[in-house]
């Protein structure tokens, strides 16, 4: 069954610092995969996705993620983190049956930063 | 461009009453989710309609939950009775005409079962 793992529940980060939020999915085929960010309070807002092509991913707010095929990941990384990068972040896949498409989300990494 | 909408933010019900909460998508968009986002856990889809014919209900808990798209565009989603594990956050999305485009969600409406 199609499946994505977020193995990190909390991750805490001084700012300035960089970020890598992990993403592990199950997929037979080539996945459609995303990143969204939610702020208390909020809904989700997408920060990037891939269908194909370039494996590298460039996303809003200085994001950008990389889609490992070998190792069925599609971490999220930035180089230099903001105070109001807090958030939770979902990583979902979209999969298709009979030409339905599914999104299924990842349970969430919730991302503190330091001052 | 106006935002998904979603009404109300939030409602506290007692167990076994029934509640329903409202979606308008952004203007144009054929294709409207409801998710359910119990706390600690990504968003789970409960129902994808295309324009107001439904694509995808499969987790949709039929016996207690109901959802329409009256002339495919706003939609509502109904609890009848609710029960305490329904307490989540009922989010609405949209998107455009393909389905792998991107989807845009509301704000969402916080449950609380009693």
């Known amino acids: 069954a199609q499946s994505v793992t977020q193995p990190d529940i909390h991750i805490t980060v001084s700012e300035g610092a960089s970020l890598e939020l992990r993403c592990n999915y199950s997929?037979?085929?080539?996945?459609?995969l995303f990143w969204y960010v939610q702020s208390p309070g909020q809904g989700l807002q997408l920060l990037l996705k891939?269908?194909?092509?370039?494996?590298l991913v460039q996303g809003i707010k200085g994001f950008e993620a990389e889609f490992k095929r070998s190792q069925s990941s599609f971490n999220l990384r930035k180089p230099s983190v903001h105070w109001s990068d807090a958030a939770e972040y979902f990583c979902?896949?979209?999969?298709?049956?009979?030409?339905?498409?599914?999104?299924?989300f990842g349970t969430g990494t919730r991302l503190k930063v330091l001052a | 461009e106006a935002g998904v909408a979603q009404s109300p933010r939030y409602k506290i019900i007692e167990k076994r009453q029934s509640v329903a909460f409202w979606c308008n998508p952004i203007?144009?968009?054929?294709?409207l989710y409801w998710y359910q986002q119990i706390l600690g856990q990504g968003p789970k889809l409960l129902i994808q309609?295309?324009?107001?014919?439904?694509?995808?209900d499969s987790q949709l808990p039929k016996d207690r939950f109901s959802a329409e798209r009256l002339k495919g565009v706003d939609s509502t989603l109904k609890i009848q009775p609710a029960k305490l594990e329904d307490s989540a956050v009922y989010l609405c999305?949209?998107?455009?005409?393909?389905?792998?485009?991107?989807?845009?969600f509301g704000p969402g409406t916080r449950l609380t079962v009693l």
């Open positions: 999305a949209s998107s455009s005409t393909r389905s792998t485009d991107t989807q845009y």
């Open positions: 997929y037979g085929a080539t996945p459609y």
């Open positions: 891939y269908f194909s092509g370039d494996t």
């Open positions: 979902a896949v979209a999969t298709t049956t009979s030409g339905t498409y599914k999104y299924i």
């Open positions: 203007s144009g968009h054929a294709t």
């Open positions: 309609f295309q324009n107001n014919g439904v694509v995808d």
